[in-house]
């Protein structure tokens, strides 16, 4: 059967990506940075799955406020890189896993998420710039991807609980399936800034690497923390790292297996006035089945 063998969780700053694709990675600003992912790079190229659930926050790309779904799921075999404004990014399209996606839409359908179900939809920079962080600059990207979109923007957005809890039914889907893939799960977007109002610039330090060990250690009670915690600490932006929830809902120790293993962690301030975290966790070896 397909199984889960980590998690990774990344700000998905537009800015990283166009680092990246002008070429400036190693200028003074961005080089300490980049630095920091390299150990995270290393350690995909050798251990790259098969397929990537990819869990972000669509900003206006694909979705506008006359449709806002609070969980949508790719469905397709292929999507293109967004247009944001300037161009879409020159970075490859996304290939699917479009027999996957079927299993895990009717899967969780089955246990009660009401999905949004999406046959064409452009991937913007939460998307692609995950991707580029963690795979460099390829001719085509070395995995499959289903994108999984979360609503952070528009109010009323999920509960850290239902993020997690999303997750867990995204891990009992994959270990239903019946084609032997390694699967790994992606959270992304924050960590704290706000981009606008009087607290534009906001990084809350403190608050971003004690959410780390909350997530590691305590994830179910991150997952009872309040929007407004979020919102108040991290910024109106930092709502996205309930995100990071999903991915971690998807982890053994959740299911009644062992705990995950921490591969690697990066905090680096300033990250285009916000702050930029990275963290691999290494599913335990123990496997749940399900009837």
């Known amino acids: 059967m397909a199984r ?3 998690s990774v969780y990344t700000s998905h700053v537009p800015a990283i990506g166009v680092a990246m694709d002008l070429g400036k990675t190693q200028e003074p600003y961005y080089a300490p940075l980049f630095a920091g992912y390299e150990p995270a790079r290393a350690w995909m190229a050798a251990n790259t799955p098969d397929v990537v659930v990819l869990v972000f926050n669509d900003h206006a790309n694909a979705f506008s406020l006359e449709m806002v779904p609070t969980f949508a799921l790719g469905m397709s075999a292929r999507y293109e890189p967004a247009d944001e404004g300037w161009g879409a990014r020159p970075v490859p399209p996304v290939v699917g896993q479009p027999t996957l996606s079927a299993h895990i839409a009717h899967s969780v359908i089955r246990e009660d998420f009401d999905l949004t179900l999406v046959n064409d939809m452009p991937v913007d920079h939460g998307c692609t710039v995950p991707l580029s962080i963690m795979f460099g600059q390829p001719d085509a990207w070395p995995c499959a991807v289903i994108p999984l979109v979360v609503n952070v923007v528009q109010y009323p957005i999920p509960s ?7 997750g867990k039914a995204v891990r009992r889907a994959v270990e239903s399936y019946d084609e032997d893939l390694d699967v790994q799960v992606w959270g992304t977007g924050g960590m704290s800034h706000q981009l606008q109002g009087p607290r534009a610039g906001l990084i ?11 997530l590691v250690n305590d994830p179910e ?9 979020y919102v108040r600490e991290a910024g109106s932006e930092g709502i996205e790292l309930v995100m990071w929830l999903v991915a971690r809902g998807a ?3 959740l299911a009644g297996g062992g705990a995950p293993t921490e591969v690697h962690r990066l905090y680096h301030v300033p990250a285009s006035n916000t702050a930029a975290g ?6 335990a070896s123990t496997m749940t089945t399900f009837a």
């Open 204 to 214: 809350n330090q403190k608050w971003d690497n004690e959410f780390f060990e909350r």
């Open 160 to 166: 850290g609980r239902r993020c997690l809890e999303l």
């Open 221 to 229: 009670g991150q997952a009872t923390v309040e929007h407004v915690e």
């Open 251 to 253: 982890m053994a120790d």
């Open 278 to 283: 990275q963290l691999i966790l290494k599913d």
């Open 4 to 6: 889960i063998t980590a």
